[in-house]
């Protein structure tokens, strides 16, 4: 029996051949690879947004956390200093400095005071003997004029958003560094921004416990001192849906729906150097 070939293209037959060859694809080919492209890109689309926002987010939360974990050590490790002295013969009168009674506010002077505020950020102000050591932001103060048996006072505040337009997130903490008589010695300085609030209360000796400043009828008793910060990170994204409710300390709630990623933290500091607190 006879086995059955294909016929081979001759030379009559090979550009009808060569044609069969290069056939291209047929029009449901490509309305179907058309329609696999366009699925597949969508989903690379959606799975780089997705990653954007995640990335976004984890963003916002990091620097929410370290804009409050530098503000919050930064104020430990600053109160601890509160009265302070090497000297013998040297005392602050108290290790903070009471109740403004005017309306300065730092940097001006004589604003070397402490407040106490609900619906605004507290404003503290350390005393302590200079011993030729630094600054609240670092400066030196012998090269500012003190002398190492002066008393300077410390204040650290926050300054909240301006709202101007120029800066959305200018939310400051600051401080300056004045003289026992409240001269300002130099320039105010921002540790950080992303500082939303501060509120403080405080402990005297005997006490059971922490009190905002009105209540503290003797800061020379002050003998703990409790801070909370609100720190909010600096992106535009929205981390959380819906509104979200921070409460720090005494001071009133604070209602936010913008979705920025905020975070409360906390510490209490025991003022080591009470000791050498003088009472007249």
Known sequence: ???????????????VCGLKKQRGMSLIELMIAGLLSIIIGMIVIEMMA????????????????????????????????AGYSPFSTVKADSMVMGACGGTATPPAASAHCSRNNNDSPDQIAIQR???????????????????????????YWVERDSGDGSDLYDDLFRCA???????????????????EDLQIL????????????????????????????????YSDAVVWQGQRRYLRLDADALDYSDGAPRFVFENTVYLQNYENITSE
Not at 51 to 70: D, I, L, P
Not at 177 to 195: F, K, M, P, R, V
Not at 204 to 212: A, H, K, S, V, Y
Request: some cysteine; glycine content about 8%.
């Open 177 to 195: 560094t004045y003289t026992e008589g409240g001269t300002l010695l130099d320039s105010a300085q921002t540790l950080s921004s992303g500082i």
């Open 202 to 233: 405080y402990a005297i000796d005997g006490g059971t416990t922490f009190e905002p400043l009105d209540n503290i009828s003797d800061v020379s008793a002050i003998k703990a001192i409790r801070f909370a910060v609100l720190a909010r990170g």
């Open 129 to 155: 003997v200079s011993d030729n050591g630094t600054s609240c932001a670092g400066l030196s103060l012998e090269d500012l004029g003190v002398d190492e048996e002066d008393l300077v006072v410390d204040v």
């Open 1 to 15: 029996m006879a086995r059955l070939t294909q016929p081979m293209c001759n030379q009559t037959r090979n550009r």
């Open 50 to 81: 997705s990653a954007n926002v995640s990335n976004n987010r984890v963003e916002g939360v990091t620097q929410a956390q370290q804009n409050g974990r530098f503000a919050i050590h930064w104020l430990s490790d600053s109160i601890a200093k």
